[in-house]
């Protein structure tokens, strides 16, 4: 019985022609995203900005513009209203009531109870209530989580392997998170601990790719002490493509769902993950391939003139003989 295969067995992509353009169009994406990090800017969730959140669901498609007076004349502030998923569920924002949680907690309970008496029947199946301090700490968290993957991931790589690929992974995935910040800046996803989430997943499943075609450039280092290293990265990456491809497909294939028909908060992550996957893919073969090879021409060929000067040293000696 054979085996699916998506990409033929002998595929030869000369990936490496088009490294300037991959990491001249990865440049422009990631400086176009810290434009846009500034502005229009990110639209920050309930745990970075505090306030609160209500997942409800009506027992018929909400009535919107009765719902926004309804909730106006409880004097709370701003409000916010969302629908997702079907016409019945909605997501309702309320703008942090102070410093003090008891603050938003009353806030929530009036809510709760204006919709039981205006809409009998009507489910609240989550309630989330973030402080003004507290959400502060959690972006702290957040950005301090993302740093320590990083930094965690630079080591590990730079044991494994060298310098070089460690440097090079550490700059794709820098890019990386630069487009998904941009991503989550132009979609005006709500940004939070689930984005962050999202993004720290994103960093695994790009690095884990990545050390896969590392390990197969280091093999074939060793088996062709003579092949060009441009040539070796291209073969390296046409021998992992065909698994690269099917492990992003069926991820990606695993997310839709929970991207369409989840809650708010899956539906971020989802959406997220989407986008992440197609990013972490592409960088592995056009941006961190590519800066192994700008980095490593000379330190990963330095077997490459130790055997040839072997290979000199020996025609010498069985002249001489």
Same mark, same amino acid.
């Given at each position: 019985m054979?085996r ?6 002998k595929?030869?992509i ?8 991959g ?5 422009f994406?990631?400086?176009a995203s810290?434009?846009m990090?500034f502005?229009?800017g990110l639209?920050?969730g309930? &745990?970075f900005? $505090? /306030?609160?959140?209500?997942e409800?669901? @009506? =027992?018929?498609p909400?009535?919107?513009p *009765? %719902? ?5 004349d409880l004097?709370?502030?701003e ?9 019945n569920?909605?997501?309702?924002r309320?703008e ?7 603050a ?23 309630? &989330?209530?973030? $402080? /003004?301090?507290i959400?502060?700490e959690? @972006? =702290?968290s957040?950005?301090?989580a993302? *740093? %320590? ?7 590990y ?15 794709t ?9 941009g991503?989550?800046?132009?979609m ?7 984005a962050?989430?999202?993004i720290?997943t ?6 884990? &790719?990545k ?16 092949m060009? %290293?441009?040539?070796?990265i291209?073969?390296?990456i046409n ?9 992003s497909?069926t ?22 993950m989407?986008?992440?996957i197609?990013v972490g ?5 056009f941006?961190?391939a590519p800066l ?17 000067a ?7 000696a069985?002249?001489?003989?």
């Open positions: 054979r699916l295969r998506l990409v033929p067995e595929t030869n000369k990936f490496m022609k088009g490294r300037f353009a990491l001249a169009t990865s440049a994406l990631s400086i810290i434009i990090f502005y229009p639209n920050y309930i &745990d900005k $505090g /306030g609160i959140l209500m409800v669901r @009506f =027992e018929k909400a009535d919107f *009765g %719902l926004r007076g309804k909730l106006g004097n709370l502030g409000v916010a209203l969302q629908q997702f998923g079907s016409p569920d909605v997501l309702i309320l942090s009531q102070g410093t003090a949680d008891e938003n907690n009353n806030a929530a309970n009036l809510v709760r109870t204006e919709l039981a008496k205006s809409y009998p029947g009507t489910e609240v199946r989550r309630v &989330d209530v973030v $402080g /003004g301090k959400s502060a959690l @972006f =702290e957040g950005l301090l993302v *740093g %320590l993957a990083l930094l965690a991931i630079a080591v790589i730079w044991f494994r392997f060298e310098w070089m690929f460690a440097f090079a992974a550490l700059v995935l820098l890019l990386d998170i630069t487009k998904m910040i991503f989550f800046a132009v005006q996803l709500p940004f939070g601990l689930t962050v989430a999202a720290l994103i960093i695994g499943y790009s690095i884990n &790719d050390v896969v075609v590392y390990d197969r450039m280091r093999e074939n280092l060793r088996r062709y002490k003579q060009p %290293l441009r040539e070796l291209d073969l390296s021998e992992t493509l065909s698994r690269t491809i099917f492990t497909m991820t990606f294939l695993a997310m839709i769902p929970l991207a369409f028909m989840g809650g708010e908060s899956v539906e971020v992550f989802a959406m997220g989407l986008f992440g197609i893919t592409s960088s592995s073969i941006i961190a192994v090879l700008l980095t490593g021409e000379k330190w990963l060929r330095r077997g490459k003139a130790a055997a040839e072997a290979d000199k040293k020996a025609a010498a069985a002249q001489q003989s």
